[in-house]
């Protein structure tokens, strides 16, 4: 039981310093990208898997946009991830 308790905590630990990181890159991504037409607040609540998949076909050019974007899937993900928790 030690054991488990210790590799929560671990993943917890790593997936903490992570976000900083990716929290960080998705709000410079945002402002590049979409703070023209879109607040973060607009997309608080909504499902990040969903909000993903959204851009990454905007991405793909898949879906129409009015501003063409480029995003690998991390960095769609890592957005959407912010965007579902408007900007926090």
Known sequence: MKIKALMVVSAAAIFAG???AA??????????????CHETADFEGEN????AATIKKISAGQMKHKKAIKLTDAEATEMAAFMSKGGK
């Open 23 to 36: 929290l960080a890159d998705a709000k410079a991504t945002f402002n590049d990208f979409c703070s023209e």
């Open 48 to 51: 990040a898997a969903e909000l």
């Open 18 to 20: 992570y976000g900083s």
